[in-house]
């Protein structure tokens, strides 16, 4: 059995809508023609179109291609070249600026080079030397616009034993219903919760006018620009890494073509 579909007349007119409509008819034969082989009693198996991340994310429809970057760029410090160059230059060389503790009056403090606080910041913790807790400490803040110190000491007025930096989205503020005051933090790794108590706890943070009670970080400002960058760069690389070429399976349309015949429908969502 041959199928050939009956021709359509052209109502625009125009060169790109004739093209369009003969690739159509094309393809409309070579799919009645794959089902039904010419004894009628066979059928072959429809081929899967091919398409490489490149031509996936080029054709997706704008819902699409949002939920689809949605799940990408989850650790700009590790992934994207310049959110760690700009955050590492500045905790870098802040943490090699030397610190000095001083005692005494306001008006003539003399330096304190044999200080409890001072030999504390030159070791903090067994992990640490004081300038890896200092980068350590901007680079939190860089990245998500706070930083927590964890106090290992008994009351407010003690000198800590050891001092800790750790990730501030392991901390939920706990806050009095009364005063609405932070009276503590909560300390969460895994299914453990730890009820910390504020003189255990030293929060930093950068100011933020939609939260009283957390930091915003500057990358927040550039997350759009900086996740336009991360996908224009694996687009690149898809695109490169495919020779580069768009593939599509035999007997499918070119992407280009795709496109023009499907884009009314794609951003219709």
């Known amino acids: 059995m041959v199928i050939v579909p ?3 007349e052209n109502v625009s007119g125009s060169h790109l809508t004739t093209s369009c409509g003969v690739v159509v008819l094309g393809l409309v034969k ?3 023609g794959s089902l039904l082989s010419l004894g009628g009693t066979s059928v072959r198996k429809r081929e899967t179109p ?3 991340e490149a031509t996936r994310l080029f054709f997706l429809a704008p819902h699409l291609l949002t939920a689809e970057l949605s799940g990408g760029l989850s650790q700009p410090y590790r992934e994207h070249v310049w959110v760690y160059a700009c955050v590492n230059a500045i905790a870098q060389n802040i943490s090699g600026v030397p610190l000095l503790f001083k005692t005494g009056p306001r008006k003539d403090p003399k330096v304190a080079e044999s200080h409890a606080l001072a030999g504390l910041f030159e070791a903090p913790n067994p992990m640490m030397s004081g300038s890896q807790l200092i980068e350590a400490t901007f680079v939190y803040l860089g990245l998500t616009g706070e930083a927590f110190y964890i106090l290992d000491r008994e009351s407010e007025r003690e000198i800590p034993k050891e001092v800790w930096v750790v990730h501030p989205g392991r901390f939920q503020e706990a806050v009095d219903d009364k005063t609405g005051l932070i009276s503590g933090w909560i300390y969460r790794q895994g299914a453990r919760q730890v009820p910390l108590q504020p003189h255990e706890v030293v ?3 950068y100011f933020n006018p ?3 009670y957390r930091g915003l970080s500057p990358l927040q400002a550039a997350k759009a620009g900086v996740e336009q960058d991360y996908w224009a760069g694996r ?3 898809a695109f490169f890494q495919n020779s580069p070429v768009l593939p599509t399976s ?6 280009r073509l795709l ?3 499907t884009r009314p429908s794609m951003w219709a969502g």
Request: avoid cysteine; proline fraction near 19%; aromatic fraction near 22%.
């Open 6 to 8: 009956a021709p359509q």
């Open 50 to 52: 091919y398409f490489p």
């Open 235 to 237: 687009y690149n690389l």
């Open 30 to 32: 070579r799919g009645l």
């Open 259 to 261: 496109l023009i015949m």
């Open 250 to 255: 035999p007997g499918q349309p070119s992407p």
């Open 210 to 212: 939609y939260n009283d």
């Open 203 to 205: 929060f930093f943070r």
